[in-house]
């Protein structure tokens, strides 16, 4: 190897470091217990090897009716083709719940508070889709974002429905489903086990009920497209038609893993609930939700940041997961995940930041 080559890689090897360390101290409480030493050798061992820093773009979004709508820090735009073939697109700011930084932020709270803005805008951007397919629209407001003190109501009445209904499927119906088998196994942790197993099984079979409806199978396209784009400029490439199609329609930061964890968490945490009165384990299992969410977001979030072997596989099963949830779209369901990522994201000076570090 060439003095010039050594030294580019001694460049190389420094920029990386560096920008872990400035992540670390930002994001990870720990960085002070885990130390430099640790990390300096593990990234200095996949240096070697040549295996790329995992690219992150930032950016997320979610499939909606006939459409895609991509977030990139507090602008997210929807892009939705419209029944005349028409792509429109809506870009508008969203600050979130929770304006004070360091609270949103936290470790575990910011989980809590994603995931409930993520409802929020997902309601949103689905209503906002799905009013270009009504089919007695005569104004144009039906088409704008509602904004009165009545739709705010009505939103939010929407989410406190759609909280109840998963609580109540997912948490309570495994919990009451478990205990008629309390009368003829003794063994609690046996109980717990089948227990989850229930919840899984409830989980797979709306996921395999919904996906046969067809406007289901359009939105899980629609949901491949917004992956594949993503996929695409993370990787390095050019934001083209081609170029998306060649890219995968999983992503390790997908919803669908985030629920996958939260699922398996939960039968993780329920072995530690062992109280005699039924209507407790019930409310405690209820009440540790809001931590469960936290903590799948954290396993979610360090997986969008890391290649590691070990993150990769415990990724493996959400991304597993998302081949029911994920479909291969067409060019024009493309050409509309394109038209969301361009409305928020630079991708092309994203993309010209990831070469010039391949070049140092």
């Not at 699922?263 to 299992?285: C, E, P, Q, W, Y």
């Not at 029911?324 to 930041?353: C, H, N």
Request: glycine share 6%; aromatic share 10%; charged share 25%.
């Amino acid at each position: 190897m060439s003095l010039c080559d050594r030294t580019r890689r001694s460049k190389a090897y420094k920029s990386l470091m560096n920008e872990g360390f400035r992540e670390l101290k930002r994001t990870c409480p720990l960085y002070s217990i885990i130390g430099k030493k640790l990390i300096v050798h593990n990234i200095a061992k996949y240096y070697k090897k040549g295996v790329n820093i995992l690219a992150y773009s930032g950016i997320g979004g979610q499939a909606v009716m006939e459409g895609v709508m991509m977030k990139n820090k507090d602008t997210y735009a929807v892009a939705v083709r419209k029944p005349d073939h028409e792509i429109v697109v809506e870009k508008r700011e969203y600050k979130g719940i929770c304006p004070n930084t360091v609270i949103k932020n936290l470790i575990f709270v910011r989980g809590i508070i994603n995931f409930i803005e993520s409802m929020i805008l997902g309601i949103s951007t689905l209503t906002f889709s799905a009013s270009f397919f009504e089919e007695e629209e005569t104004t144009k407001e039906k088409k704008e974002y509602k904004k009165g003190k009545k739709e705010k109501v009505e939103m939010g009445f929407t989410i406190l429905v759609s909280i109840v209904l998963a609580v109540a499927i997912f948490m309570v119906l495994p919990f009451g489903i478990s205990l008629l088998f309390q009368n003829f196994i003794p063994f609690e942790t046996v109980v717990i086990l089948i227990e989850g197993m229930i919840r899984i099984a409830i989980f797979l079979g709306y996921i395999l009920l919904i996906s046969q409806m067809e406007d289901i199978k359009r939105v899980f396209m629609y949901h491949g497209a917004e992956h594949k784009c993503i996929n695409c400029i993370e990787q390095g490439m050019e934001l083209t038609i081609e170029n998306v199609k060649k890219s995968s329609k999983e992503h390790k930061r997908c919803g669908t893993s985030f629920l996958f964890f939260v699922v398996i968490i939960t039968i993780i945490a329920t072995m530690f609930i062992r109280v005699d009165s039924k209507l407790l384990r019930l409310v405690l299992r209820i009440a540790i939700v809001p931590l469960i969410a936290g903590i799948s977001y954290e396993i979610i979030r360090l997986a969008g940041r890391s290649d590691h072997i070990i993150v990769n596989f415990l990724s493996k099963p959400g991304l597993w997961m998302q081949k029911l949830t994920t479909r291969e779209p067409d060019e024009d369901m493309i050409e509309v995940g394109i038209a969301s990522v361009e409305a928020v994201f630079d991708w092309k000076q994203y993309i010209q930041s990831i070469r010039k570090k391949e070049d140092l």
